[in-house]
């Protein structure tokens, strides 16, 4: 009696005082396990993300939380550099071929750098020339409107309905051969023959910029690129390119249950990836740290203030994630077979 008298107050006390000290012990064995993967004379310089979009946008937020997180875990200094132009192409083509495989240069990229191997890049790289380390969350992509513009009160359907009467003069923003210009196409095929005047921008924030402007009547985004207009209540999301509602836009509604559509699923899936040919030690050590800040309990709810969903059965091995990448790379690489983009 008297020894289990001694438990009890010895599990009182460490949950009144003890808990501190178990986690903090925690991460220390963690950041050990880390330090004992890292291999001899690496990292020699800081670890370098590299988005290929502007600053502000969707991926570089993401990126900038997952970097500091990174820092946090491994004690390494990280930058995020920002590679634009070509609507993605530049950084997609730097990171494929042109990047260091040393494992320094780490890229977070999404399903637009297997849209451009197989669309843009003539032949100079494809999806396999990043080999995934470790899935980061996912948006799906949005389409918003101005709260003072004449779309203000139109829903997904009168837009169906407004492209085929007045065939070119809506002007939506697109970045080329990605999935905003994707819907775009889809929406025209719902219209049966009418067309929407695509303006290409780099990335999500110049187009929202155009937006706000008056310079085009809908732009696609994420919604951590326009929160603040959404807080402000300057724009308003009027669909959602998903096969469900996430719970940051339980209010928005999905194209597919607003047009009766099965196909207009369009998501920034996003993942982190080194060039190809890093060596397996550098990899498993990048691995170690990334995973252990994407499981690190306040990046969460830093990701959840964007709108990012980070799936709570996310893969935690690069294996997994690289199947995942294949599962859905196949999918998009189906669609441009179907629409005759690509051969098989």
Known sequence: MKQMIRVLLALLAFIAFGGQDARAQSEAEIKAKIKALQPKDFPKDPLEFVVVYPAGGGMDVATRILAKYVEKWSGQKTIVTNKVGGGGMVGHTYLATQAPNDGHTIGVVASFFWDDGWLRSEGKF??????PLAFINYDPTTWIVRTDG????????????????????????????????????????????????????????PSITALLGGHVDISFGYLAEYRGHLEAGKVKIIGQANTERVPSLKDVPTFNEALGANDMVWLAWRYAAVPRGTPADRKAYLEAALNAALN????????????????TKRMNSAKAVTDEVNKLAKLEHDFFVKTGRIKK
């Open 150 to 205: 004449p779309l203000k009160d139109k829903g997904l359907k009168d837009i169906v309905a407004l492209i085929k009467e007045k065939s070119g003069e809506l002007k939506v923003g697109v970045v080329p051969s990605t999935s905003n210009e994707f819907i775009a196409e889809q929406m025209e095929a719902l219209s049966n023959g009418g067309k929407i005047t695509k303006v290409p921008f780099q990335g999500g924030a």
């Open 296 to 311: 690190d309990p306040e990046i969460a709810p830093e990701y959840a203030k964007t709108g990012s969903t980070m799936d």
């Open 126 to 131: 494809d999806y396999t020339y990043l080999e």
